[in-house]
């Protein structure tokens, strides 16, 4: 009996962008010898006509039609839901870098913060130990 795979999720940006990039839109490639949404559903609008009109005529070929018109729009549904499995992992990859780039300026304030808090403990114990008649010019 085969083992079954463990699937992992995707907890990075990174890697959401790397499944994105590198798994589904090569797969999408695939699925109708390159061709985007927009020109698989172009096609299979017109498919879909001819078939519609091939059908009212009676010819011979109207159910072949109809087959090339239902897999056409299968492929439309498949690019369709990936494309937008793929968008919605690079937004999340998006979102991922601002909070990469959040977390740095974070990281940079606190350290300035720091720098100031001990500049201000330096001038108040300077100012506690320098006499008060000592006149600075």
Do not use: W
Not at 21 to 49: P, Q, W
Not at 52 to 77: I, W, Y
Not at 123 to 137: L, M, Q
Request: hydrophobic share 40%; glycine share 8%; net charge negative.
């Amino acid at each position: 009996m085969p083992r079954r795979q463990r699937r992992q999720g995707l907890t990075t940006g990174k890697q959401a962008e790397c499944y994105a990039n590198e798994y589904i839109a090569l797969h999408l490639r695939d699925v109708n010898d390159g061709k985007t949404y927009s020109e698989t559903s172009s096609e299979s609008r017109e498919a879909r006509s001819a078939a519609e009109s091939a059908e009212e005529a009676g010819e011979a070929d109207a159910a072949a039609l109809a087959e090339t018109a239902a897999e056409l729009d299968g492929k439309v549904q498949t690019l369709f839901r990936g494309e937008s499995l793929r968008g919605l992992l690079l937004t999340s990859y998006g979102f991922s870098e601002f909070g990469r780039k959040a977390d740095q300026a974070a990281t940079v304030s606190f350290l300035v913060a720091l720098v100031l808090l001990l500049a201000s403990v330096a001038g108040s114990i300077h100012a506690f130990r320098t006499p008060k008649n000592v006149v600075v010019e």
